[in-house]
């Protein structure tokens, strides 16, 4: 797996671009502001086809490149169908937070819990993951021990719940069965902040600690 990161806009959001070398296929994960121009060089620098842009959700911090990042590249945007009413109407999230023109467009594709996504030969696992959005996803390649986990979780911390469609027995529920569940190895690449891993934020993040207790309790 070929990966390169780019992180941009006012909240340092990533975006990955994420390729299979030996065919030459690739996925870019979110599209911040500002990040469209420097995927799509990087991805024709390493002769690498962009066939799917996927939205981890549907905050504008993630997707508002979409439209730009589609017409460099001609892919098609991903994302769940419960956050696309953000892509259409993405003045809704000014009551929480847009700070910039954003343009409207539609989802090409809707992705689904146990859906798979083939890029080249690597598969990635999607998960239905709400809590901090209604349509957050997660994608994971059990080969490559990579899970992209948007706003989900970070190095030390989760995603805040206090958006609209935010819920914390959500989020809390998908994190024990579609994080947690996966091997300690896991490399998670977030929304924002440093890359960690499962076995990482099992030992140490207090929100994890959280969620493991009230799950003993129960």
């Known amino acids: 797996m070929t990966l390169f990161t780019f ?17 030459g296929e690739a996925m870019v994960v979110d599209a911040p502001p500002g990040s469209a121009a420097q995927i799509a060089e990087t991805a024709r ?3 690498l086809t962009v ?21 460099l590249t001609g892919a098609a945007v991903l994302c769940h169908a419960d ?31 146990g859906d798979t996504l083939a890029v080249g030969a690597l598969t990635f696992r999607v998960a239905h993951c709400p809590g901090h959005s209604a349509g957050l996803v ?7 021990k990579v899970c992209f986990c948007g706003d989900l979780v ?8 206090d958006l609209p469609g935010g819920s914390w027995e959500a989020l809390a529920k998908a994190i024990r069965e579609n994080i947690l569940s996966l091997p300690d190895d896991t490399q998670l690449l977030c929304g924002h902040g440093p890359v960690t891993t499962v076995g990482r934020e099992r030992a140490t993040n207090p929100f994890i600690r959280e ?8």
Request: glycine share 6%; proline share 5%.
């Open 7 to 23: 992180t941009s806009g006012p909240y340092e959001t990533h975006a990955y671009l994420v390729g299979d070398e030996p065919s």
């Open 45 to 47: 620098k390493n002769r």
């Open 51 to 71: 066939h799917h842009i996927v939205n981890t959700h549907g905050h504008w911090d993630h997707m508002a490149d979409n439209a730009i990042l589609k017409r």
């Open 83 to 113: 956050d696309e009413i953000l892509l259409r109407e993405p003045d809704r999230m000014r009551a929480f937070g847009l700070m910039e023109s954003v343009e409207p467009m539609t989802a090409d594709r809707y992705l689904k819990h």
């Open 138 to 144: 997660v994608l994971y390649e059990p080969r490559e």
């Open 154 to 161: 970070f190095a030390g911390s989760v995603g805040r719940t």
């Open 211 to 218: 969620i493991l207790t009230e799950q003993r309790r129960r």
